[in-house]
């Protein structure tokens, strides 16, 4: 968050309803954001299916 004050973080940090963990592992990092339309996901090693829903990834990708 360039630029937010500290409370601004500390509330954010604090809302453990504005983003979600879709995963959290040695293979990938993903998080979703549905309030503004966001998801991101970095794919560091290929697991048993490297795939992000109907697409196929070749790690390490973003």
Avoid: C, K
Wanted: net charge positive; hydrophobic share 45%; aromatic share 8%.
């Amino acid at each position: 968050m360039p630029g937010a004050s500290s409370a601004a973080t500390q509330a954010r940090a604090n809302d453990s309803a504005y983003l979600t963990v879709l995963a959290n592992t040695r293979y990938q990092q993903g998080i979703s954001v549905s309030s503004i339309g966001v998801t991101a996901v970095n794919f560091w090693e290929i697991a048993a299916a490297p795939t992000a829903g109907s697409r196929w990834i070749s790690p390490p990708a973003s």
